[in-house]
């Protein structure tokens, strides 16, 4: 279903990428840039948990919304990342480790549907944790600044990512152990 709530809400994220990043063009000041961006990112990041519920609480799963969420997830991270590798805030090294392996881990799970294993590399929780991880460090690092008067974003944003750079590798690991002997299988 092309145009169901659920995946109204994913396409949501996909729209949201070019805003999220425009901010940062805007004549405003700086806090007031990295505040939109960060409220913009947090908003349409909770939309990846309510097109789920959504779909499964209405009954309009899909095989597009299927496909589609994790491809809005993975656009809406990269087009965060790259914003804040240009601002210095992230490491070009930990962006690049973090889109690699979001591109090979993607290429991986095609290949393996195409054989029929895609099962071997199902989304794990070292996955899922590695997700929630990005997902707390990209607005702590958009936010750039000093939240509560307690909490200082850009130390705990720049801890996260790279919390995130290792969880990153690691699920890839992971992934690409998983997929090995079917890997090893298709050589031959």
């Given at each position: 279903m092309f145009l169901t709530l659920p995946t109204l809400l994913t396409w949501a994220r996909i729209v949201a990428i070019p805003l999220i990043v425009g901010v940062f063009y805007l004549p405003l000041d700086t806090p007031v840039r990295n505040l939109t961006a960060t409220v913009m990112f947090v908003l349409f990041a909770l939309t990846d948990w309510a097109d789920g519920w959504l779909a499964r609480k209405l009954n309009q799963t899909s095989a597009f919304g299927a496909f589609l969420d994790p491809v809005a997830d993975k656009f809406l991270v990269?087009?965060?990342?790259?914003?804040?590798?240009?601002?210095?805030?992230?490491d070009v090294f930990v962006a690049l480790v973090i889109i690699g392996r979001e591109i090979a881990i993607s290429a991986l799970r095609e290949w393996m549907a195409q054989i029929g294993a895609l099962r071997s590399v199902a989304v794990h929780m070292l996955?899922?944790?590695?997700?929630?991880?990005?997902?707390?460090?990209?607005?702590?690092?958009?936010?750039?600044?000093?939240?509560?008067?307690?909490?200082?974003?850009?130390?705990?944003?720049?801890?996260?990512?790279l919390i995130a750079c290792v969880l990153t590798?690691?699920?890839?690991?992971?992934?690409?152990?998983?997929?090995?002997?079917?890997?090893r299988a298709r050589a031959r």
């Open positions: 990269c087009a965060s990342l790259l914003v804040l590798v240009h601002l210095t805030r992230v996955g899922k944790l590695k997700t929630t991880t990005q997902m707390v460090a990209i607005p702590f690092l958009l936010f750039d600044g000093v939240l509560f008067g307690l909490i200082d974003t850009r130390w705990w944003g720049t801890v996260l990512i590798i690691w699920s890839m690991i992971y992934y690409l152990r998983k997929a090995l002997p079917e890997i």
